[in-house]
C-alpha cells in the first residue's frame, strides 16, 4: 500500500504552460508539505499544510499555488512554468500532535521538465 | 537559524567494511535530527531519528546514529556495508515555526559507494 503517493511521476512542459502535481497521502497524518530538489539534489522546503490551512509558505514565487482540499490532498499548481522551475518536487506528510510535528514521509518524486 | 552539514560529497566503502556518513549540526535549544535515504530515481525514505534519550538510535536496514552534544554530531554508521546501501543520504534538523509546527532543514546529501 503507498503511504504518499504523487501523479505525475514525470512531466515535461513547455515554458509559459501551467501544470498541477497531485499528492495523496492514507496515513491519516494533518500535516503536508511540499519539497523542491534541485539539479544538485539540494532540498528545500516550500509548503506546509495542516488540516487544509496554510502554515507554511517560504518565500515562493506567487505562480506556485498549492491547494489542500481535504487533509489527505496537497496539490501544486505551477502557473506560466520557467526553465528555472524544472526540478524534482517531492510531497511529504506527518501527524501534528501537541503542536509538535513528528516524523515526516515522503511521497516518490514527481520529476518537472520545462522546455 | 537551524542548520547542517554533511562535510563530504561522497563517501566509498568497500562491502563488509563499516561505513561512516558525517554529519554536524546547529541549533538553538535541543535538536531533533534525521537521517533520510534517497535511491536513484526514488523517493526519501525515513531511516532514523533522535529526539531525546540514547545518544546511539537505531533505524531501517541496519542503520544506526550517533548523537554527540559536545562535538554537535550525528553521524550514521552501519558495521557492515552492503553494495545495496549505495544511496544518497541526508541529514536533516527539524526548525520550528510559529504555532508549534515544524519544518525540515536538510543537509546537501553524501553519496554513498558501496563498492564489491
Known amino acids: 500500500d503507498t503511504a504518499v503517493s504523487q501523479t505525475p511521476k514525470y512531466l515535461v512542459t513547455q515554458m509559459g504552460n501551467d501544470k498541477s502535481i497531485k499528492c495523496e497521502q492514507n496515513?491519516?497524518?494533518?500535516?503536508m508539505y511540499w519539497y523542491k530538489q534541485d539539479s544538485k539534489k539540494f532540498l528545500k522546503i516550500m509548503f506546509s499544510y495542516n488540516n487544509k490551512e496554510l502554515i507554511i509558505n517560504e518565500t515562493v514565487p506567487n505562480r506556485f499555488s498549492p491547494k489542500s482540499p481535504d487533509k489527505a490532498h496537497l496539490n501544486l499548481h505551477i502557473n506560466s512554468l520557467e526553465l528555472g522551475d524544472s526540478a524534482v518536487y517531492f510531497c511529504?506528510?506527518?501527524?501534528?500532535?501537541?503542536?509538535?510535528?513528528?516524523?515526516?514521509?515522503f511521497g516518490p518524486g514527481t520529476r518537472l521538465t520545462v522546455l | 537559524a537551524q542548520s547542517v552539514a554533511q562535510p563530504e560529497d561522497q563517501v566509498n566503502v568497500a562491502e563488509g567494511n563499516p561505513l561512516t556518513v558525517k554529519c554536524t549540526y546547529s541549533?538553538?535549544?535541543?535538536?531533533?535530527l534525521f537521517w533520510y535515504v534517497q535511491y536513484p530515481n526514488r523517493g526519501l525514505q525515513f531511516l532514523l531519528k533522535?529526539?531525546?534519550?540514547?545518544?546511539l538510535v537505531k533505524g531501517s536496514y541496519g542503520f544506526e546514529a550517533e548523537f554527540n552534544k559536545s562535538q554537535t554530531s550525528f553521524h550514521l554508521k552501519k558495521p557492515s556495508a552492503l553494495v545495496s546501501d549505495s544511496a544518497l543520504y541526508f541529514c536533516a534538523v527539524r526548525d520550528g515555526v510559529s504555532g508549534g509546527y515544524n519544518k525540515l532543514i536538510f543537509g546537501a546529501g553524501t553519496r554513498l559507494a558501496v563498492h564489491p
Open positions: 541549533v538553538s535549544g535541543n535538536p531533533y
Open positions: 496515513l491519516g497524518h494533518d500535516t
Open positions: 533522535y529526539i531525546t534519550g540514547d545518544n
Open positions: 511529504a506528510s506527518s501527524q501534528t500532535s501537541g503542536g509538535r510535528t513528528d516524523t515526516q514521509y
